[in-house]
Structures are given as C-alpha cells and as structure tokens.
C-alpha cells in the first residue's frame, strides 16, 4: 500500500508540473489590426468650432485632454470620475479656457493647460446653449445679434474659477514636428511609411491610441485632397461613401488641428488609379455634418511628402500634416492644487493692462523671478470680432464700456520652489500695469490645502497700482507632513503634506473608528533632530505650532471599553486640514466596449485560461492515482 501511495504522488507532482507551465503568446507584442476611441464614455462628442480660431483649444482641451483626464480619474479616483461621451458640460474641459490664454497655437494652449489647468463648459464656454455635437460654440438668436459673443469675449476668472481650474492639470506632452533631414530617406523626403523611423512614428502613434490616449496632429487644411468613397470598409468604417484624406495638394497653408482617435490597417480607397491601405480615424472640429460624421480617414500613404506609388508624385504634391503630439492618460495628468499659489484679486477697464510677476527673495537679497504663461503669452490671448470691427481687447467680463471690473487670478508659484526656497525665502509678486486706476484688492499666499497662509495687509479700499508694485508676504514657509491613517489604528485620518506660516498654529484633524477612544493618545512631533509631545488643550483638541518643518506622530487609540455609537470627529477648529484625493487601490475599468469586432484600447487577447489546464491535469492525475490503486487491490485477491 505504501507503494501504491508513492506511486500516486509521483504521478500527482508530474502532471501538476506540466500543468503549471505558462503559454506563451507570440503575438503579445503585436498591435491590433483597428482600434477606435469613438463610443468609449472618455471620448467627448464631435465639436464644432463655428467661427473662433480655436482648433488647437478643440482638439488637445476638448478632446485629447478631456479622454486623459476621464481615464485617470476612472482609474485612480473613481469617486471623482466623469462621462464626457453624454456631452455634458460639466463632464467636458472648456477650449475657450486655454483659447482665452493661449490663443491657437498648439505649444501655447498645452502651455496653459500645464500651468493653469482647465475649467470644464459648464464654467466658461463661447455662449453654448445647445449640446456639443450640434453647435457648442454659437448661439444663434436673431434678436440678439451679439449674444455670443457677449457670452464668448469674458474672462471667467471670478472668485474660486481659477483656483479650481488649477485642481486638475497637464503634467507633459510630447510634440514632434515633421521636417526634412527628421523622418526622410535617402533622397530627402519625409516618408512615414517607408523609413525605418517613420514607420517607427506610426507605430507610435498606433500604439498610443491603442492605450487609450488621443494624438494631437496638425497641418495645412488647404492642401488637404479627399475621395468622397473607400473602397475597403476594414473593420471600423460603417459605409463605402465615406471620406478619406488621399495627400496634399497645392498650397501648405490654412493651419488647422485635428486629433486621431482610432486606427484601422484594412481600409483602402482609390485615387488615381492606385488603391492606398489603412488609414488614422481623425475627429475634426467642424461639426458632425462635415466628413464621416465629423471625421475623416487619413490614409497612411498621405503622410508621405512622396508617395509609395509613382502616379501620386504630383508636381504640387505637398506634406499635408506637420505635427503629432502626446499625452499619456496614466503619467501626464495632475490631481490637487498646487503646493503655493498666490490669489490675486485686481480691478481695471482693460485686462491687458494688467500682469503679474512672481518672486522669491533670498536671506541676502537675491530676487528669483517667474513670468506665469498667462502673462507670458498675452499678445497671442484670444480674440474676438465685435459688430464688424477689428480684433479688440475687452474688460475681464467682456464690456467695452469702458468700466472697471474685477478679476480674481491664481497662480502657482511651482517653478520657483525648491526645499532650500521654502525653508529661507520671502515670496512675493510684482504686479505691472499700463492704464492708470487699477486697483489691488487682496494679495493671499495659499498652499495645496487651499488654506490661506499668509496675506498682505490692504485697505478697505484697496490699494491703486503704480505702474511696477512689489509686494511681499512677511513669513517664511515651513513644511508639514502628516501620515494618512485609514482607520485601522482606531482613527481616520487624511494624509498632509503641505506649506504653513512660520510662528503659525494649525489644529489636528481626525475622526475616531466607532469602538475606539482618543482618552490615551499621544501627539508628537519632530524637527528632524528632536521629538516634542503635544498635550491636548483645555477644549480638547490638539493644536500644533510651526515653528519648522516637521512630522506629525499620532500613537496610542485604544479599543473602548463600551463601544461608541457614532463616529465623533475631535475638533472642527480652523485652518482644517482639508482631504487630499488618494488613488484607489482597485482601478476601474478604463474602457467601455465598442464593437466586438473591434478591439478597444488597453484590450488584450489573453487566450486559454492556464486555470483549465491546472484543473484537467488534476482530474486526470486523480483518475490515474484510482485507477493504480483499484488494480493493485485486484491484484492482491
């Protein structure tokens, strides 16, 4: 019998060896033959841009920069998570935000997103009143002539608008241009589909958009030769009578943005003879009666200044595209406001009059200074066409009436900050106007917490601007850290990290886990070099001096002896310590199907579950071993 039983093992370790065995898939690295964003919930609806020159602000805000945040925030912050696909405005970032300050050109509208954020349509739009596919940014009200653009020409920068822009930003994008001598072959010219390193080029913009993410592109509009009819539908193309964009023809002029949102390798179309094979889907900013319901095929071989094909080399054939750019939804997107922000609250009758300058100054007097892209970029902000005139500038709400209105900046101050600036520093602003009147009404210092921490002190009336003011807080920064607790010590507790006033008192905030007492817990802090207990105060509550950068230990919540009914937060003092989103451990789904023919981004084709073949091999090891086992009892009688 013992025989028998070893025997059975054997047999049990072999066959669960061979079973554990992983497959390999050879064709793991190999993109999918089609891939579309449009359908998912990230991808916002086709715009139309109507009359405003603002294509870059459509397609990197509108689209590429709305998908990015959908997908993070579903992933990382579900609770926070948005569905811009049902064209609501709040679910959707506004491209009159990074138009009115970036104007239209692409470096300048990423620019703004990196450093101002973005408010979504619900905030600030070009006087929308109807849903984003049919006409966003008009409004077309015969009694009201001018009703958009009395809506479009206002800055929306009152209270709390910037500020809250600042909550969600770009980290990076990538843009690379197509020049000659960059992706060419051997005779000069820019091939993408027939040098190694343009077809290196799309299999990286293919390989973005299969993660998901939007690619920004760009080119000369006037150039741009369409065939009314394909001839191959591949798999993403619903009719044969569709557009596709063949080359450029004539003159690179007309700059326009687009941003490609799928891929599919098997549509053909025929022009001049020739049948040309696979093709970008790109979304355009002209409505969904222009193209294939707002987009267009753009036929790979158009990428090439020369074609695959002889009978395409036209005498006036021209590079059509100029440009790609990225963003990556998973590394490029920023969550929280800035760690140091100055809030700016000023008056004046013209909005161009008026910038700001941000400024550290050093123990011995050395002044760093930052221009933010605002004010960097103020001679390209949008414009606007008012009753047929030239392009004018305007107050912050949109007047030419010529009176004053107020307008409430934040800015951060992220390019001047470093742990030796913060810790020896001043901070300050210098503010330059051109007009005489303009008036400073608060000057505040607030850190990510949106706590202010330090204010300049002005008169009721405000203070009148010269043409250059320097302002400066009196405080030095110290920094503040305290660990998050879940709940598993027995309290709730939501991590800190951020800037406070030397000589300044901020109160502990914590709620206790139902069953659990705060009667013995300790309260330390520590400079780095020493710890200091912290003793609760006679209205029970710990409060904490800054008089460095510290840490923040909390020890000691006991089970009760009689579990409590209710959580009971110990102190709703002020500055509170306001909740900081953290990443939740178990992303959401990033992706909504679209077709199961198509693959959709992020999608893998994982073949035969490994967890079959354990469970086979077990059966059949277990036959085996029964089997032996009924044999050798047989042979024995």
Known sequence: ???????????????????????????????????????????????????????????????????????????????????????????????????????????????????????????????????????????????????????????????????????????????????????????????????????????????????????????????WTYVDQITGKGTLAQSFAETALVCGRGSMSGGHQLAIVGYD??????????????????????????????????????????????????????????????????????????????EIEVSAKDREAVSAMLTTKSADNKVKSYIPYLFKNSKYHGKYQLDGLNYIYMTFDGTTDGDASKAIFSLDYRDLLDAETVATDQFGVTITTKEEGVILHSLKLKNNKGEVIAEVALSEEGQTLQSSTSLWFDKSLCNVTIPASDGSTGLQMEEVNALYAKDSEITLDYTLIEGYTDENMKVTISDGTKETEIQRSADGVFRIPVKSSLTVKVEGVEQAAEPTPTPTPTSTQ????????????????????????????????????????????????????????????????
């Open 574 to 637: 002020t500055p509170t310590i306001s909740p900081t989103p953290t990443p939740d451990s178990t992303p959401a789904s990033t992706e909504a199907s679209s077709s199961s023919s198509v693959q959709t981004p992020g999608e893998e084709d994982k073949g035969v579950s490994p967890v079959i073949f354990i469970v086979l091999g077990a059966a059949v090891a277990i036959g085996v071993a029964v089997a032996v086992v009924l044999a050798v009892k047989k042979k024995k009688k």
């Open 265 to 342: 390798d098997e549509i053909t179309c025929r022009y001049q003879g020739q049948t040309l094979k696979g093709a970008f889907q790109v979304a355009n900013s002209w409505g969904t009666g222009w193209g294939n319901d707002g987009c267009v095929w753009l036929m790979y071989d158009a990428l090439n200044e020369e074609s695959e094909f002889a009978e395409l080399n036209f005498s006036d054939r021209v590079y059509p595209i100029d440009q790609f750019c990225f963003v990556d939804w998973k590394t490029d997107i920023e969550v929280g406001l800035p760690s140091l922000y100055v």
């Open 1 to 223: 019998m013992k025989k028998v039983f070893a025997l059975t093992l054997t047999i049990l370790l072999l066959l669960s060896a061979f079973t554990f065995v992983p497959f390999a898939d050879d064709d793991e690295t190999e993109l999918p033959k089609a891939v579309t964003l449009m359908g998912t919930e990230d991808l916002p609806p086709i715009s139309n841009q109507g009359s405003v020159g603002c294509c870059a602000s459509s397609s990197i805000t509108y689209m590429q920069f709305t998908n990015a945040v959908s997908r993070y925030l579903r992933t990382n912050y579900p609770e926070m998570a948005i569905n811009p696909s049902s064209g609501e405005f709040s679910e959707i970032f506004s491209p009159k935000w990074t138009y009115d300050f970036g104007g239209s050109g692409t470096a300048w509208v990423y620019n703004v997103l990196m450093e101002h954020g973005a408010l979504t349509m619900d905030k600030t739009m070009f006087g929308v009143k109807k849903l984003p596919n049919e006409k966003p940014y008009r409004v077309d009200d015969p009694k009201k002539p001018n009703a958009f653009l009395e809506s479009a020409v206002r800055w929306d920068i009152s209270e709390g608008q910037m500020e809250e822009a600042l909550n969600i930003r770009l980290k990076n994008f990538e843009q690379i241009w197509i020049r000659k001598n960059t992706f060419s072959n051997e005779n000069g010219k820019i091939n993408l589909t027939q040098t190694e390193v343009g077809k290196n080029l799309l299999e990286k913009i293919k390989a973005a958009v299969n993660e998901g993410n939007v690619v920004v592109t760009g080119g000369f509009s006037s150039s």
